[in-house]
Structures are given as structure tokens and as C-alpha cells.
């Protein structure tokens, strides 16, 4: 993974998934992480405010998914590398 990675972490609000971002970031990554409840994901904005975005959406809905590529891509460009850690 170059630094120059656009990185999207699903189930990014608590556990691996979260834990995933804030050490991608921390090694320089710009990252969304993608999770039902985006308020879990406040901090990382705080501490990260210009490389990770906190998107509010569901795996399961395509429409989100869908919606979440095109925030990224408008704000970034393309995503480079998945991590497609939700779970239900």
C-alpha cells in the first residue's frame, strides 16, 4: 500500500474496524470509514480533520455504498484499497 492510498474501512466505528483507521492514518493514509453510526467516528474527524472522512451508511444498502463511492471520489478521487470489515 503506497502513502498515497485512498482507503475505505467498513464497520469503521468500533473494534478492528476502528482501530484499522486510526492506525492507517496515523502512517499517513487518507481513509473513510464507513459505519451505520457515524457519530462513533467524530474523533478520528477531530484528530484527522484533513485525511479522514466519516461516512453514515449501511453495507447492506446499495444505495449507501454507492453513495459513499461517490463522496470519496468527489473529495479524493478513487479508492484504492477496501477493508470490508462489517459484520453483522
Do not use: Y
Not at 459505519?35 to 447492506?60: M, N, T, Y
Amino acid at each position: 500500500m503506497s502513502l498515497s492510498s485512498i482507503v475505505l474501512v467498513t464497520g469503521a466505528s468500533s473494534g478492528i474496524g476502528h482501530s484499522i483507521c486510526k492506525h492507517l492514518l496515523e502512517k499517513g493514509h487518507r481513509v473513510a470509514g464507513l459505519a451505520r453510526r457515524s457519530e462513533r467516528l467524530e474523533a478520528l474527524k477531530g484528530e484527522f480533520p484533513d485525511s479522514f472522512l466519516a461516512i453514515q451508511g449501511d453495507v447492506e444498502r446499495v444505495e449507501d455504498i454507492l453513495a459513499a463511492k461517490q463522496q470519496i471520489h468527489s473529495q479524493w478521487g478513487a479508492i484504492t484499497v477496501l477493508v470490508n470489515n462489517a459484520g453483522v
